[in-house]
């Protein structure tokens, strides 16, 4: 086999392998852009907890509130 044969062989294989990286690339971007959009809609979801969970706190900090309140009024009560 002559040098050039053996050249234009390594070559040949080199483009082959390249194709496989191209492929590979492909591929991989298609995950990459699945995974943004699976990240966008965990976002989404996390920012829907942290807000019901502000208003939960909300809520329970009325609660006690009505609670502090009632027993103020208890003791005005019962104690005259």
């Given at each position: 086999m002559s040098k050039d044969d053996r050249i234009i062989e390594l070559l040949a294989e080199m483009?082959?392998?390249?194709?496989?990286?191209?492929?590979?690339?492909?591929?991989?971007?298609?995950?990459?852009e699945n995974l943004e959009h699976q990240q966008a809609n965990t976002n989404l979801g996390i920012g829907e907890l942290r807000l019901s969970f502000?208003?939960?706190a909300?809520?329970?900090?009325?609660i006690a509130e009505h609670e502090k309140r009632i027993d103020a009024l208890e003791r005005?009560?019962?104690?005259g």
């Open positions: 483009v082959f392998k390249q194709d496989l990286v191209v492929v590979e690339l492909k591929g991989l971007s298609k995950r990459v502000m208003n939960l909300d809520k329970i900090q009325a005005a009560v019962f104690k």
